[in-house]
């Protein structure tokens, strides 16, 4: 007993028939299965075993033919479980009643979704307000209405942003997932919210500039992470290729805004000054320190440097 399937244009199921271990596809009603496409000959496949018992799909002699995955025209394609293939404009699979399907997947309750979302946004809030208070140095009294047209800036864009995605899973599966959907975007929100802070510590722990000047590498590199983890939401299928497309995207972004830094150029090279925008704990350092000596000797290193570029700018002159 096999099953035959029809596909919708993005290779979800649409319906499944049914049949023997051999059956004809076509327009025509004396076909074992009907296909209403004005591209699909009055008898278009037949699908039987060939003699080693695999499923094959057979073009019977019909003009458009019978393609695979990758839209090359076959005369016979055998079938394996996760096998698509094309007749006219229709999609379709064969799967034997054998096949083994993946095990299913935890249903969260509605109202724990709904709860993981409440703190996500209480801790977003309360991370979002921290933030404002400390870069506040003004002196208004009344500062509430400054505090909500902050945290608004935040809202309106998430909102837009949920409305995206859940516009999009509305389309290709015909539900929203709004709550996923909006639980992805505060996580991620959450993340730029404490991106600064880690980065400062970050290149304070280990003494290196560099977490700093290149921090916009670690932003992409989420913002292809909350993509692909809605796309994830929207459908399972292709995830490979869905993150290869996002993690190419964001390779992209980064080239291009590393080019932009004007990486080459020797007025960036030569560009010390201090890259530090919060101090911390001597004990909060991963690295250690530099001893009095090794400083010094630097110091004095720098400094023979800089006679010799001298000299030589005397010697020209």
Known sequence: MIWIETLSRHKEPVARIRAAGDATIGRAYDNDIIVDDPHVAPRH??????????????DLDTQNGLYDETGKRQQTLELGGNTLFRIGKTWLRVRESSFEV?????LLPEARLWLWLLGLLTLASALGLLSIW?????EYPDKFPQYLAALLTFVLPISLWVGFWALLTRLFQGHTRVISHAIIAVSWL????????????????????AVIDYGFIFVWILCAIVCFAHLRTISTRHLA???GIVSALALCICLAE?????????DEASDNGSYLKQMFPPSWRMVTPRTE????QEVQNIKIK????????TGKD
């Not at 496949?45 to 057979?58: K, M, P, V």
């Not at 993946?102 to 935890?106: G, H, L």
């Not at 400390?134 to 003004?138: E, Q």
């Open 293 to 296: 000596t090794e400083f010094l």
């Open 258 to 266: 590393w080019l932009g830094t004007s990486p080459f150029s020797p």
């Open 134 to 138: 400390l870069a506040d140095s003004s």
């Open 241 to 243: 290729l869905k993150a």
């Open 102 to 106: 993946a095990a299913e997947r935890q």
């Open 190 to 209: 959450l993340a730029v919210l404490m991106a600064p802070f880690l980065q400062n510590w970050l290149s304070f722990a280990f003494s290196s500039r």
């Open 306 to 313: 800089l006679d010799e570029l001298r000299e030589k700018e």
């Open 45 to 58: 496949i037949r699908i039987r075993r060939n003699d080693g018992g695999a499923l094959i799909a057979e």
